[in-house]
């Protein structure tokens, strides 16, 4: 729902057809990261002035203010974002191109890197072409271009060598089970706690040199020790809940002194 009301799936899918939600829970997702930048705010604005703070977070405003480039094209120009299917709106070639073993998807950034594709797929005709010369002529003529880029594709296959220094220089569209490049950091990291089987979950992708972002841990797994006032505190709030109306049990929760130093 928040994905169609935001403007997500009117941008998503083919030209020809309807609107497409992504296929992951992507604004859920966006909806903590921002929250936990927001609390991490508020934390340093704490350890600056002693005060706390409340911090709101919804799915909506996520989504519009991930929306990125194409929001700004509105905002800024008025440019009404449609579906586009695997193309850039700004870039090209950058999308899934049709090869002789398979789709293959191109992100050719600037005038350089498609120099470099056309020395390497053979074509150094098409750098030259008035057409493609440069980005924004690319954009422009995007549909001759693949014309011209797909019967070599089609000729050579995908895996047509290294381009720019990574190797392998094409890399299938449909090979989400592929081994990572040679070089990257691993992508998953083991959650097995202790007494069962071994699983594996994503690994977090910051990075921190100092810190490293510790491996998500099952249900199973040793829970963090509790707060020193926890379990009075959680019995005090059993009793409140039970003892006085609904619309009390927030003001008698907080007049309870454990409830401000787990805040402070």
């Given amino acids: 729902l928040i994905q169609a009301v935001g403007g997500l799936m009117s941008i998503t899918g083919d030209p020809a057809g309807g609107p497409q939600k992504v296929g992951v829970a992507m604004i859920d997702v966006l909806a903590g990261l921002f929250a936990s930048i927001g609390i991490l705010a508020a934390l340093r604005h704490r350890d600056a002035t002693g005060e706390g703070q409340r911090v709101e977070i919804n799915l909506l405003s996520s989504l519009l203010a991930a929306l990125a480039n194409q929001s700004s094209a509105y905002t800024a120009g008025g440019v009404v974002a449609g579906r586009m299917g695997n193309d850039h709106p700004s870039i090209a070639p950058y999308s899934a191109y049709a090869a002789a073993d398979g789709d293959l998807v191109l992100a050719v950034g600037n005038d350089r890197q498609f120099q470099e594709l056309c020395a390497q797929i053979g074509a150094e005709e098409l750098a030259d072409d008035s057409r493609f010369q440069t980005n924004e002529s690319r954009v422009t003529n995007r549909d001759a271009l693949r014309e011209e880029l797909e019967p070599r594709l089609k000729a050579q296959g995908s895996t047509t060598g290294s381009i720019c220094s990574e190797p392998p220089g094409f890399r299938r569209a449909g090979s989400t089970t592929s081994a990572p490049p040679t070089g990257l950091p691993p992508t ?64 008698e929760i907080m007049k309870l002194p454990q409830f401000a130093e787990i805040l402070h």
């Fill in 188 to 251: 998953s990291v083991s959650t097995r706690p202790s007494n069962s089987p071994e699983k594996t979950a994503p690994r977090l992708p910051s990075r921190p040199t100092r810190s490293p972002s510790p491996a998500r841990r099952s249900a199973t797994a040793r829970r963090p020790p509790r707060h020193p006032a926890g379990s009075s505190f959680m019995a005090r709030s059993r009793r409140c809940r039970t003892s006085v109306p609904r619309s009390d049990q927030c003001a």
